[in-house]
């Protein structure tokens, strides 16, 4: 554990698109705000910075390492009155709101880009650049879900295949499932190295000298699948609506098609019903000396809309 916390200590948390976050979220002195995604903090420390000591936030993340982290250091910096930390699923919001008196709150943000400690320190396997273990779960302490081993070498070829079509986009995917599925009819699949040596074999060459890395899409969309991210959205995004206040402001970032069309579908039902004032008529992109600064935040898109 305190190798982990070393680890942590080295990541430097970017907040991406901030400047534009607390612009759509417009926070005010005395203020309540909920981060479902809170991760280091970033987006956090800026909303606490326009609300001041009388303000609140309610910060939700499903790893118990990442929340530990943050009391850790947060509150020493004397934030213990004024944030809030809890380990749960965002897709549980209205029971997190309601056992931490959250109700009637001025803004949301859902920061839906997977962490960078994940990434790099977490040790799960979300990165094919480094062999480790095939897991890929944000939620390890309980146990909860399948890990991407049980999905790669026990879940039916076809279904390998619709999973990295759908979720992945991939248009390889009938080809990556039958080498996975040829693979662990000899031995079990168990580390990245061993997945992407599949997806090597499966691609044509053409496809592996891309910008893009060949085994991109496939993680994807084993990460999505295995942490039910699309689903977790879904069930999350009513109840944020009927969190906030009227005048409340719901920000969300997404990274992928996918869940930026649950957002924008979300946005335009609510749109037509009357329940809220969309902000942003085209989903806001970084600029470019952001994306210099921070290359993986490319693919952002945030959206924003007022609860009426």
């Known amino acids: 554990m305190a190798e982990t916390k070393r680890k942590m200590a080295r990541i430097i948390h970017t907040p991406v698109l901030k400047k534009e976050v607390i612009e759509y979220l417009n926070p005010k002195s005395g203020e309540k705000f909920i981060d479902c995604t ?14 001041g000591s009388k303000g609140k936030i309610l910060g939700i993340d499903q790893d118990q390492e990442l ?19 809890v380990c749960d699923n965002f897709e549980n919001l209205k029971r997190i709101s309601e056992e931490n008196k959250f109700d009637a709150v001025s803004g949301i943000l859902f920061d839906l880009g997977m962490s960078t400690w994940h990434f790099k320190e977490s040790g799960r396997g979300f990165s094919f650049q480094d062999d480790e273990i095939l897991d890929m779960r944000y939620d390890v302490t309980k146990n909860r879900g399948s890990t991407i081993r049980e999905i790669i070498n026990k879940w039916p070829e076809k279904k390998i295949s619709q999973i990295l079509r759908v ?3 991939e248009k390889f995917s009938d080809e990556i ?12 699949i168990e580390t990245t190295f061993q997945l992407v040596s599949a997806i090597d074999k499966a691609v044509p ?23 039910d991210e699309l689903g977790n959205l879904t069930r999350a995004l009513p109840q944020a609506l009927g969190i906030l206040e009227s005048g409340g402001r719901l920000v969300i970032i997404s990274f992928h098609s996918l869940e930026d069309k649950i957002v ?18 085209k989903p806001v992109r970084p600029q470019n000396r952001e994306i210099q600064e921070n290359p993986s935040c490319r693919s952002a898109r945030l959206r924003a809309a007022v609860k009426i």
């Open 177 to 188: 499932a039958q080498e996975v599925a040829k693979i662990r009819r000899r031995q079990p």
């Open 264 to 281: 924008k579908d979300f946005f335009r039902e609510k749109g037509k019903e009357g329940k809220i004032k969309i902000l942003t008529k």
């Open 38 to 51: 809170i991760d280091g903090g970033g987006h956090s420390l800026a909303i606490l910075e326009k609300i």
């Open 205 to 227: 060459d053409w496809y592996k000298r891309r910008k893009i890395h060949p085994a991109t899409k496939t993680f994807q969309a084993l990460r999505i699948i295995v942490n």
């Open 67 to 85: 929340i530990e982290r943050l009391k850790e250091e947060k509150f020493e910096e004397g934030l213990k009155d004024n944030l809030i930390l």
């Open 167 to 169: 979720y992945g986009e």
